[in-house]
């Protein structure tokens, strides 16, 4: 008698689990990949598309989890794959491993030819992955879960990617998890990603080290973006492979200096990728420059997405970071010296501008730089007006509006000034003047 409650109360619970299941109508209705291996011992990062979503569904939050329901490994027990979409939170509680950081958020909508989704590029972070082998090591399970909530008209919908873990090899998607672009200049020791040139000068050799997973074709190109020329945005500076389909084309292009092709063997280790050659970087125009590493889409195996209708986005390369960009300044002869000795060299407001508003002060950090100090006087021996302190790696200073109010009018000089670890002076750069009007 017992026993035929019991069977009776399973397939109950068991009924009642299996309509959870069942999304409704104007919801969204699935995610691919919906299973991922990922690396064990570090980050990875997945291009993920995220299906039929209603007008007004928009995503909450994302966690990762060590376990969830019994009643939601239904689908495929031997696989142990859940029903990727949930009516309720999946996961058991107190085994949250942690959530996504806003810094690695990268979703945005997507979709063509009446398609609703929204791509995602799922980034975890080494701490998630250290948790989840800790667990598997105490004997858990080695697979652990991605949970995307969403919110809208239909009420919230919990959307399951079964993340696999293995050492980050063939079977893993490509994905970029570090990129460090720098001119090696005199060695690891000089290697900068700014500098200041005289006009005429070759710079030195530079190159981008990548550290990545999976493995498969890295192919991009280097850029150059000139004086004159519009800023990348952090869209710009996106690998191809971190935006939706149909946006990749709308990312801009700056003059080409020169195209890459690179194999990456299985393993997620390292790889140094050179530089175009020095002599193509512009330096007969004064002015700021900036060199662009531009990664395209490759068609690796395990990285790649349904997005409805029969297509598939194609993500190897993916990233969910904008990459680095190296800067360098053409000016008078003489500025390199000056930088090599702890001078700073200014580069924005130009000698006698005349600005309107607030102004902005912009330059070139020395290497030996431990603070930076701004002054604005009225004349080089006068009183300061503005004294401002910036760490290095910042190279800007956007004046207060109440300085710009009170000096409106009057011509005004301007210098950075190179201070040490224990505040001594290293260098100081030439006076310039500014109007501000």
């Not at 990949?33 to 011992?41: D, K």
């Not at 142990?80 to 939170?89: E, F, G, K, R, W």
């Not at 701490?127 to 399970?141: E, L, M, T, W």
């Not at 309107?356 to 930076?372: K, M, N, R, V, Y």
Request: with cysteine.
């Amino acid at each position: 008698m017992k026993a035929r409650w019991r069977a009776l109360l399973a397939g109950l619970v068991g009924a009642l689990a299996a309509s959870s299941f069942v999304p409704p109508a104007h919801a969204v209705s699935g995610v691919h990949p919906f299973g991922v291996n990922v690396r064990s011992n570090g980050a990875t990062s997945v291009f993920l598309t995220f299906q039929g979503l209603d007008a007004g569904e928009a995503p909450v939050e994302a966690y990762w989890c060590g376990e969830l329901q019994p009643a939601l490994m239904a689908a495929n027990p031997g696989l142990q794959l859940p029903v990727p979409v949930q009516a309720t939170d999946p996961c058991v509680p107190g085994t949250v491993y942690g959530r996504l950081p806003l810094a690695l958020q990268r979703a945005r909508p997507s979709g063509t030819g009446g398609l609703a989704n929204l791509t995602d590029v799922m980034t975890i972070p080494a701490s998630v992955a250290r948790r989840a082998y800790q667990d598997a090591a105490a004997g858990a399970n080695s697979t652990f879960f991605y949970v995307r909530r969403f919110t809208g008209p239909a009420g919230d919908r919990f959307v399951v990617v079964t993340c696999r873990m293995g050492g980050g090899g063939a079977r893993t998607a490509l994905a970029l998890l570090d990129v460090r672009v720098d001119f090696r200049a005199g060695g690891a020791a000089g290697r900068r990603v700014e500098l200041a040139l005289a006009r005429g000068d070759v710079p030195p050799p530079l190159a981008a080290r990548v550290l990545y997973n999976g493995s498969g074709t890295l192919r991009g190109r280097w850029e150059l973006v000139q004086p004159g020329d519009p800023l990348p945005t952090d869209d710009d500076l996106l690998t191809e492979a971190s935006l939706p389909l149909e946006q990749r084309l709308r990312q801009r292009r700056w003059r080409l200096l020169e195209r890459f092709e690179v194999f990456l063997p299985p393993g997620g280790a390292e790889v140094q990728v050179p530089g175009p050659d020095p002599r193509r970087l512009e330096t007969a125009v004064d002015g700021a420059y900036q060199v662009l590493l531009r990664v395209e889409a490759s068609d690796d195996k395990e990285a790649t997405s349904q997005i409805g209708g029969g297509a598939v986005a194609v993500a190897g390369g993916v990233a969910g970071f904008p990459m680095p960009v190296l800067r360098y300044h053409v000016g008078a002869p003489g500025a390199a010296q000056g930088l090599r000795e702890g001078a700073a060299v200014p580069i924005a407001p130009v000698p006698d501008a005349a600005v309107e508003g607030t102004p902005s002060f912009a330059w070139i950090d020395p290497a030996a730089a431990a603070l930076l100090r701004l002054r604005v006087r009225e004349q080089p021996d006068g009183e300061d007006l503005l004294v401002a302190f910036v760490r290095p790696g910042t190279s800007r200073y956007d004046a207060p509006p109440w300085f710009a109010e009170a000096q409106r009018g009057k011509a005004l000089v301007w210098r950075i000034e190179s201070l040490g670890e224990r505040g001594e002076l290293l260098g100081t750069s030439g006076w310039r003047a500014l109007q501000l009007r």
